[in-house]
Each structure stands twice: as structure tokens, then as C-alpha cells.
């Protein structure tokens, strides 16, 4: 087994080099004899201490202003202006992270007005895709895909997150329909810093964290720790903690060498908004066996308070990079994933299908279920290639160019009791009924669902070639990518053991069009058509694969850039997914084939505006229109309009210096719930959603130290905002909430 890894291993090697070479060699010799002409001609002394910032492939917050970001890495992995990337892209930057006081992506995602979060666990659509287990919106972390739902990501060890509009798979992998988030690493730097942060919210809510940098070796190598530590309750007086640790070194090699290492570890324990069951289409009451209605509070806890979800996440991320010269440069990067949920909780039973009206008829009964489940997850991914920066023709290139492999392992093992053993929860009253001991032993609950493990290998080559011309005035942004897929399933719920072995090869295509109006690149036309995909790994009726399902987006917009003081972008798109599986009934046995699925087709403007240099305005309005073609419904959970808004005025002179205010807002048109088969109600408008967010800081400088005191509230209003939504349940959104900060850098 070992020898055959090996074997395995050193082959794919081989077909690693062979690519790179093929796809870089010509670059690879012009740019060294540039490199020859340089050293020949240009040549000058330089200390053996001097640290080469690569900055082809970082972006630092030292050129942000304000809100206002001009560049970005994660269209094309490379420090590219973003006003030259055929996209459309938003920046939050650290100081728009920090004003919020984000601890995760619900605190900022949905100032993206295309963006609608629907759960607890980091789970949002965007540009109307992402809200169903079959679609998809990508989160990375370093350009490397994570592992959705099953907990937050905290954002305890990022810089800034880099949102792509539809699907980019070209360099990120697949299934990222509806746009990418990316989250960019805070990574080791060459001064010394400490930053300390503290917060106590009005749920009795706890959280610090520290973050601080120090070089070890001048200019040689600097060490960065970030750590964080939180405990309390939540909104619905469960209990939750959370802890994390994420040291990282930067190591300057040699003069053009450079190392990148990082290591996080974070557990949080928590429990579940499980949701609360709606009859009628009313989420705020309950109707009587009698057939009165009677109000209910959709944000009271049906959980046990013995309940528990611990969810434990190690991720390894490093990054070598080499130049060879200023125009050529290589680069690898690995990553490597492991997440474990732990689930021991009361749930309702079967989607709250299982209602009680007639044993009492002053009041409603729900039957929960009680339900173990352990979840493990592994990614190892590593991905290699060339950076060539060259000229050709009177043409300027920024090549990329490489290969990748993922090997992604899922784990999962549940039990749960049926539906009637476990005490009934009274939903007009404040607490559950008292659990008995037995029920809480794991050794009597029946109808287990045995182990299952699926292990996917996902080899890649890929290439993209951003080519400038007419002193940079037109842009073409071109790539293509190659993926086999690989997926074996083990399944021990049969006797024998079933075991499943699927292969599916996929291509994706990005190319894109920029045109500057004018020399200082102030207005930009933008045009590009971007695929991606996602496997069925379905057999059709003569036993042949499905083809994959393909995200296919046809986007346009313009950009304007004015200096440092303003940004806006208005796109129009259309987004189309092909290949949807759909099983049909057929004489002899059922059978799939595919259909066009999804189609989202709609406009947004977002802008920043630094008014003055005390006040800064950043806001955006989306018009998402998804249906299903396949019914022509519209999609649940999309709001047709979104609007969103956040600013800051601060006081830099007079006795009140230092003072500052923000403001948010977060609008959502109402829309629909979603559909379940089992559930004879009928579909029934989600309300309106509004959440704002108000708070004021003030900020005491002495020398090289700040010292900062905050006050923030969310959901000002104390809006009954609805996040998920089903015909038979609903997901309330937390309440007024007031956050308490204390921070200080020096």
C-alpha cells in the first residue's frame, strides 16, 4: 500500500513539472535573459539584510484609505489594481473589520448587498445562488477552499475579505456559483506591534484577543501570534465559548527568498438557533385546535440545556516564494484542513411536521428528537506554479501558471431516538420540560445510521494571463483549467460493505475585457464570461456520467476611480447553471438526466466616498432576479432588492478629538420561504429585513500608543429579522444586542 502511494506520488510529481515547464518555459527564458541584461548593466551593491516584499503577490492595508481599497490578490492571486481586473470585487478591508467589531462573517457579509446569510454556520447565498444544499458560494482562506457550515470561521487571524461576483473557478477550484469569499491571512512583518482587544455584550457574552508581531532576526525572519478567548451566553441565555491560537513566521531566506508558515487552532462550543416551526404562514403565531391564534415568540430556545455542538478546526497554510528575477518568480503553497463537528442535542422532529394541537387546546406540543452526530473532515491541498511578468510584441503579460492537487476526506457517524420518546416541548412556555436521565444516554437511542467515509482526489493544471496593452489602457484576461475528479464512497450501512468508485473529468474557462477611457484609469469598462462547475458523480440511463454542473456568468459593468477620495462600480450580470440532475420516472426503473437549473440575472452599485478626511461613506444596492427555469418560480430566500450602507464621522480637532460615530444599515426586500414535500402549507412571504447598526468610540493617543473605548448596538431597532425560512420553520436573527469595547496598540 505504502509503495503504491509512493509510486502515485512521484508520478503526479513528474506530471507536475512536465506542466509547469510546458506551460511557463518560454517564459521562463526570456525572462532570464532579461534578468542576465539587468545583472550586466544594473548591478549595485545591496545589504545582505535587505528584505524583498513580493509585493507582485501581497496586498498590505498600507495603500487602503479608510474603507476605500484599490487593489486586490484574489481575482488572479496577484497584487493587481482592481480598477485592471475584468470583475466585479469588494474589499473589507481591517479598519471596516474593526469599526464593525467582526467577529465572523455575519458581522460584515451582508453590507455585500447581493448577499443574504440563511444560517448560523457561515451558510449565505449570493447574487441569489448559495441557499440550497446543491448550490454553492465559495469560502477560501488564503486562496485554499474551506470546509462550509458546521460552525463560524472566526476572523481572529484576518487582514481583510475579497469578495468575487459569480463563478471564479479558474484559480479557486469548484462549485462557487454564486461568488467567492476570500479571506487574506495577517501575516508576520518586520516591526514590532501588539494590539489588544476586549468586549462584553449585554447577553453576558465575554471575548479578548491579542495580536502581536515582533521580528526574531532583523530583516531575517518575525514572528506574529494571534489568540483569542470567549465565554458566555448567547441571545437565547445558551451557554457558548470559544478559544483560538494562530501563530505565524515570516523567514526571509535569502535576498529573494521568502517563507510564509502558519498554524491556527480554534474551538468553539455553542448551540443551535435549531429554528421555530410556523403554521399557516404566520412565524409570530400559532393557531389553536379550537382554530383561535394565539402570539408566539419565534426567538425563544427549544434546545435542552444540556445540549452541545463543539466544532474544532486545525488549519497549516505555507507559502514559499522564490524570484528569479523581478520578472519571474515561483511560487508553492500548501494547505491543510482538519475539522471536527460534535453534535449532542435535542432537534425537532421531522421538520416540525410532528405538531401536537389536540392533547391540550390552550396550547401547541412539539416532539423533538435527540441526536448524536460526529463529523470529521480532512483537506490536504497543494498547489505549485510560475509567476511571469514579460513583454511580447508591445504586449505586457502577468502569466500564472501551475498545477494543483486536493485530497479531501469526510467522515460521519449519527444516531438519533424517534420521534415520541423524548418529552414534548410546550412552545408557549419559556423552557422545555425537564429531560429525563435516560433519554440523555447515547446507548438507547435507535435508528443509527452507520459510518460513511468519501474521499475525493481533485488534480488540476491550470493557466491565466492577464496581457496589458496601449500603455495600459485594454486589458484581456484569459485562463483555462483542467480537474479530474475523483470520489470513492464507503458505505457500511449495507452488508456487504458497498464501496463506490466515480471519475469525472471538468474544464473551466475565464476571459475577460478592461478598457481604460482615460490615462489615469478614472473610467473602466469592464466585460467577462466566467464558468465553473461541480460534479454530479450521477450515472444516466445507459450508465455513462452526467456531465458536470456548469455556472456559466456574462458580466459588464464600468468602474470610476477618482484619486483616493472616491470608487463606485455598477455591473449588470447573468448567471446561468446548466446540467442540474433531475431523476425521472421512467417504465422500467427511474432514471436521472439534466436540465437547465438556476437563473440569476441582475445589477448592483457599490461605492466608497471619502467625503472628507474625517468622514467616509461606503454603501451598495443589488436587484437579484433567480428563478428556477425548471418551474419558474422564483428562488426562495433571494430578496429582489438589498440595500446597504455603513459610515464614519470622526472628530480630529477641538476638545472632542477622537470622538467618532458609525452607522449601518442592512435592507432586504421580503421574499419567499422555501418549499418542503412533506409540509402541506403553503409558501408564504418572508418580512422585510432591517438591521441597523449604531455605535460611537473615543480614542486617546500617547505617543506611539492608542488607547480606544467603543459602545455599539445591533439590531437598534430590535427587528424580528428572519435569516432562513422554510414553509414549516423559521431562523429569527438575534435581537438589540449592545457591545461594550475596550481596545488599545502600541
Known amino acids: 500500500m505504502n509503495t503504491s502511494i509512493l509510486t502515485m506520488c512521484s508520478f503526479l510529481n513528474a506530471l507536475k513539472l512536465l506542466c509547469i515547464l510546458t506551460l511557463v518555459f518560454p517564459a521562463f527564458v526570456q525572462a532570464q535573459s532579461r534578468l542576465t541584461s539587468e545583472t550586466a548593466g544594473n548591478a549595485q551593491p545591496s545589504s545582505a539584510d535587505e528584505v524583498?516584499?513580493?509585493?507582485?503577490?501581497?496586498?498590505?492595508?498600507?495603500?487602503?484609505?479608510?474603507?476605500?481599497?484599490?487593489?486586490?490578490?484574489?481575482?488572479?492571486?496577484?497584487?493587481?489594481?482592481?480598477?485592471?481586473?475584468?470583475?466585479?470585487?469588494?474589499?473589507?478591508?481591517?479598519?471596516?473589520?474593526?469599526?464593525?467589531?467582526?467577529?465572523?462573517?455575519?458581522?460584515?457579509?451582508?453590507?455585500?448587498p447581493s448577499v443574504q446569510t440563511v444560517s448560523e454556520d457561515d451558510s449565505f447565498n449570493m447574487r441569489g445562488i448559495g441557499s440550497g444544499s446543491t448550490d454553492?458560494?465559495?469560502?477560501?482562506?488564503?486562496?485554499?477552499?474551506?470546509?462550509?457550515?458546521?460552525?463560524?470561521?472566526?476572523?481572529?487571524?484576518?487582514?481583510?475579505?475579497?469578495?468575487?461576483?459569480?463563478?471564479?473557478?479558474?484559480?479557486?477550484?469548484?462549485?462557487?456559483?454564486?461568488?467567492?469569499?476570500?479571506?487574506?491571512?495577517?501575516?508576520?512583518?518586520?516591526?514590532?506591534?501588539?494590539?489588544?482587544?476586549?468586549?462584553?455584550?449585554?447577553?453576558?457574552?465575554?471575548?479578548?484577543?491579542?495580536?502581536?508581531?515582533?521580528?526574531?532576526?532583523?530583516?531575517?525572519?518575525?514572528?506574529?501570534?494571534?489568540?483569542?478567548?470567549?465565554?458566555?451566553?448567547?441571545?437565547?441565555s445558551n451557554t457558548k465559548s470559544a478559544w483560538a491560537i494562530a501563530p505565524t513566521f515570516t523567514w526571509q531566506i535569502a535576498h529573494r527568498t521568502v517563507l510564509i508558515a502558519e498554524y491556527t487552532h480554534q474551538v468553539q462550543e455553542s448551540v443551535a438557533n435549531v429554528g421555530f416551526p410556523v403554521l399557516g404562514g404566520n412565524p409570530f403565531a400559532m393557531q389553536m385546535a379550537n382554530g383561535s391564534w394565539r402570539a408566539v415568540d419565534p426567538r425563544r430556545r427549544l434546545n435542552d440545556a444540556d445540549d452541545l455542538r463543539e466544532n474544532t478546526r486545525d488549519v497549516i497554510y505555507a507559502d514559499f516564494r522564490h524570484e528569479f528575477s523581478n520578472h519571474l518568480m515561483f511560487r508553492s503553497m500548501f494547505g491543510y484542513e482538519f475539522k471536527n463537528a460534535y453534535q449532542n442535542e435535542v432537534y425537532p422532529s421531522s421538520g416540525f411536521t410532528n405538531l401536537d394541537r389536540t392533547s391540550d387546546p390552550t396550547t401547541v406540543w412539539l416532539s423533538p428528537i435527540y441526536r448524536f452526530y460526529d463529523y470529521d473532515y480532512k483537506n490536504v491541498r497543494t498547489r505549485n506554479e510560475l509567476v511571469a511578468k514579460i513583454n511580447t510584441w508591445g504586449l505586457k503579460h502577468q502569466i500564472i501558471g501551475g498545477w494543483s492537487w486536493d485530497r479531501q476526506e469526510r467522515r460521519s457517524y449519527r444516531r438519533e431516538s424517534t420521534a415520541g420518546e423524548y418529552p414534548k416541548i410546550d412552545l408557549f412556555n419559556h423552557e422545555p420540560r425537564p429531560v429525563p436521565e435516560e433519554y440523555k444516554n447515547r446507548s438507547k437511542l435507535k435508528n443509527a445510521n452507520p459510518n460513511s467515509l468519501q474521499t475525493m482526489y481533485l488534480p488540476a493544471y491550470y493557466i491565466n494571463d492577464l496581457i496589458s496593452m496601449f500603455e495600459e489602457r485594454f486589458f484581456i484576461q484569459?485562463?483555462?483549467?483542467?480537474?479530474?475528479?475523483?470520489?470513492?464512497?464507503?458505505?457500511?450501512?449495507?452488508?456487504?460493505?458497498?464501496?463506490?468508485?466515480?471519475?469525472?473529468?471538468?474544464?473551466?474557462?475565464?476571459?475577460?475585457?478592461?478598457?481604460?477611457?482615460?490615462?489615469?484609469?478614472?473610467?473602466?469598462?469592464?466585460?467577462?464570461?466566467?464558468?465553473?462547475?461541480?460534479?454530479?458523480?450521477?450515472?444516466?440511463?445507459?450508465?455513462?456520467?452526467?456531465?458536470?454542473?456548469?455556472?456559466?456568468q456574462y458580466e459588464g459593468g464600468i468602474k470610476y476611480v477618482y484619486k483616493d477620495k472616491f470608487s463606485a462600480m455598477f455591473s449588470a450580470y447573468s448567471i446561468q447553471i446548466k446540467n442540474e440532475p433531475e431523476l425521472v420516472d421512467g417504465d422500467d426503473t427511474d432514471y436521472y438526466i439534466t436540465t437547465d437549473g438556476i437563473r440569476s440575472r441582475g445589477v448592483e452599485f457599490i461605492a466608497h466616498w471619502n467625503v472628507t478626511p474625517v468622514w467616509q461613506i461606503y454603501g451598495g444596492y443589488a436587484y437579484t432576479h433567480c428563478i428556477d427555469k425548471r418551474t419558474g418560480d422564483r428562488r426562495y430566500n433571494v430578496p429582489l432588492h438589498g440595500v446597504s450602507l455603513f459610515t464614519r464621522y470622526q472628530l480630529k480637532q477641538g476638545p472632542?478629538?477622537?470622538?467618532?460615530?458609525?452607522?449601518?444599515?442592512?435592507?432586504?426586500?421580503?421574499?419567499?420561504?422555501?418549499?418542503?414535500?412533506?409540509?402541506?402549507?403553503?409558501?408564504?412571504?418572508?418580512?422585510?429585513?432591517?438591521?441597523?447598526?449604531?455605535g460611537a468610540s473615543y480614542e486617546i493617543r500617547m505617543k506611539k500608543k492608542r488607547f480606544q473605548i467603543s459602545l455599539q448596538v445591533k439590531n437598534l431597532t430590535d427587528q424580528y429579522n428572519i435569516s432562513n425560512a422554510r414553509n414549516i420553520y423559521v431562523r429569527v436573527a438575534d435581537p438589540r444586542t449592545w457591545i461594550l469595547g475596550l481596545g488599545s496598540r502600541f
Do not use: C
Open 656 to 694: 472632542l478629538k477622537g470622538l467618532s460615530f458609525r452607522f449601518g444599515y442592512q435592507w432586504r426586500d421580503s421574499s419567499m420561504s422555501g418549499v418542503n414535500a412533506s409540509s402541506p402549507e403553503p409558501e408564504w412571504r418572508i418580512p422585510t429585513f432591517i438591521n441597523i447598526t449604531a
Open 52 to 112: 524583498i516584499q513580493m509585493s507582485v503577490f501581497d496586498v498590505t492595508s498600507d495603500r487602503d484609505v479608510g474603507y476605500l481599497s484599490t487593489n486586490s490578490e484574489s481575482a488572479t492571486r496577484l497584487n493587481v489594481p482592481i480598477s485592471d481586473i475584468p470583475q466585479s470585487i469588494l474589499v473589507f478591508n481591517q479598519e471596516f473589520l474593526d469599526d464593525l467589531l467582526a467577529e465572523s462573517f455575519d458581522d460584515f457579509v451582508m453590507y455585500d
Open 478 to 552: 484569459t485562463g483555462f483549467k483542467y480537474i479530474d475528479n475523483r470520489r470513492n464512497t464507503i458505505n457500511m450501512r449495507y452488508n456487504p460493505v458497498r464501496t463506490d468508485f466515480v471519475e469525472e473529468e471538468s474544464t473551466t474557462h475565464s476571459l475577460g475585457l478592461v478598457y481604460h477611457f482615460t490615462r489615469d484609469k478614472a473610467w473602466t469598462l469592464y466585460l467577462n464570461n466566467n464558468t465553473t462547475y461541480s460534479p454530479n458523480f450521477t450515472l444516466a440511463r445507459d450508465g455513462s456520467m452526467l456531465k458536470s454542473r456548469e455556472g456559466d
Open 136 to 236: 454553492q458560494v465559495g469560502s477560501y482562506y488564503n486562496g485554499f477552499p474551506m470546509e462550509a457550515g458546521y460552525g463560524k470561521q472566526m476572523l481572529v487571524t484576518t487582514e481583510r475579505a475579497e469578495i468575487l461576483k459569480g463563478p471564479n473557478a479558474v484559480l479557486y477550484g469548484a462549485g462557487a456559483f454564486g461568488g467567492t469569499m476570500n479571506l487574506v491571512s495577517k501575516k508576520a512583518m518586520f516591526k514590532t506591534a501588539t494590539r489588544m482587544n476586549m468586549t462584553y455584550d449585554s447577553n453576558g457574552y465575554f471575548l479578548s484577543k491579542i495580536d502581536f508581531n515582533t521580528p526574531v532576526i532583523k530583516r531575517r525572519l518575525a514572528f506574529r501570534l494571534n489568540a483569542l478567548w470567549a465565554n458566555g451566553e448567547d441571545a437565547r
